[in-house]
């Protein structure tokens, strides 16, 4: 299960088991893995958390304070003529669903491992579990948290010149996905052999890559549009430390060619990866497609532009305690927050809408 996971992630993992078991329960939580993260002080995941102000030990409180238990697991099958120990851990459902979604978080990011700070974008997308509800009552915005995460994430990996690019992020995250729905598939087909119990016809690799495109590419997108948006962010800090504050035209022409130059990259990865990668289609995007993935792409780039710059004016009201600028600030900051959610679902429509019904490549 914890397959991919990096040394640090393991140890997270750990920590969480020993914390479950300290607190006396048998069913490992959400919520031991975010009191694991928060007293991981050299992770990127618990420098988030305290800036947010979840301590461990505010995590604690509110775990003892929570209904115990809130979280279940499938019952485990018993092995016959075998002694389970006394205190054998089982994951939650939600533990479970947040280990997936962790590593789906590494793949939008085109990294070859999870990360804790992944465990952490995980545990906010699993809304119903008790790590984001114990979020929810200490006041933590979880999509300032998010925010949060790719801001550092960013600072991290300019830092080292280490980020992947977009054209890199997607194969590597596609393919991993593609690699691992095939496994599934073999794994089913072996079982069959085995068993000899006939399936039904199972989908061949062309498929498999066609689901994997219109199930994915969009989250991908998503990510990786606010990512790129990040590190160009800290690629500026950077200039201005070394020649002092830059124009605010001069900033702004580069944020408005970047975005042109991140719809071209976009472009230009679609047609890579249909055409030489799968050559999965007969027939590649025309212009008017093109165009309707590249709009999409350009406003999601502004909407996280304007994000950004709303988040540093809250910041600068924070600290001039400016509480009618505050509330002014944070009402837009919702309205930004809405409408990226609305750019996710019309670029989810958008590919299905230019690759659905498309005829596969013989």
């Given amino acids: 299960m914890l397959k991919g996971f990096s040394e640090a992630a393991l140890k997270v993992i750990e920590a969480a088991k020993a914390e ?3 607190l006396k329960g048998q069913v490992l939580g959400t919520d031991d893995i975010l009191l694991a993260l928060s007293r991981d002080e050299d992770g990127i995941a618990a420098q988030v958390l305290c800036s947010m102000g979840v301590s461990p030990q505010k995590v604690l409180a509110e775990m003892e304070r929570l209904t115990p238990g809130m979280e279940t697991s499938a019952p485990q099958p018993e092995t016959p003529g075998i002694v389970e120990p006394e205190h054998e851990l089982v994951f939650s ?13 590494s793949r939008y990011f085109g ?61 590597r995250g596609l ?58 962010q800290e690629s500026l800090r ?18 408005s060619t970047s975005a042109q ?25 025309n212009e008017a497609e093109h165009d309707l993935i590249g709009s999409v792409i350009e406003d999601l780039w502004w909407a996280h532009s304007e994000e950004m710059a709303i988040h540093e004016l809250f910041d600068e009201a924070m600290v001039d305690h400016r509480r009618k600028q505050l509330m002014t600030l944070q009402k837009r900051r919702l309205e930004i927050s809405q409408r990226l959610d609305k750019l996710k679902t019309r670029l989810e429509e958008t590919i299905q809408q230019c690759f659905t019904g498309r005829s596969l490549s013989a």
């Fill in 20 to 22: 479950c078991r300290r």
């Fill in 93 to 105: 459902d939600a533990a479970i669903e947040t280990i997936g979604r962790a590593r789906d978080q």
């Fill in 111 to 171: 990294h070859k491992e999870v990360l804790p700070e992944h465990i952490l974008l995980a545990i906010a997308d699993v809304t119903g579990g008790a790590a984001a509800r114990i979020l929810e009552e200490l006041g933590s915005n979880l999509g300032f948290l998010r925010r949060q995460i790719m801001f550092l994430m960013a600072r991290q990996y300019s830092a080292r010149q280490a980020a992947p690019s977009l054209r890199a992020a997607l194969v």
């Fill in 175 to 232: 393919s991993d996905l593609i690699d691992h729905n095939l496994d599934a598939v073999r794994a089913l087909e072996n079982l069959s052999v085995r068993s000899g119990t006939q399936l039904r016809k199972l989908p061949d690799r062309k498929q498999i890559v066609y689901m994997v495109f219109l199930g994915y590419m969009p989250d991908l997108l998503c990510t990786q549009v606010a990512f790129q948006r990040h590190l160009l």
């Fill in 238 to 255: 950077k200039m201005e430390e070394r020649t002092g504050p830059l124009d605010r035209e001069i900033t702004a022409t580069i944020v």
């Fill in 261 to 285: 130059h991140l719809r071209l990259e976009v472009r230009a990865t679609v047609e890579y990866l249909w055409s030489n990668e799968y050559r999965l289609f007969e027939q590649v995007l």
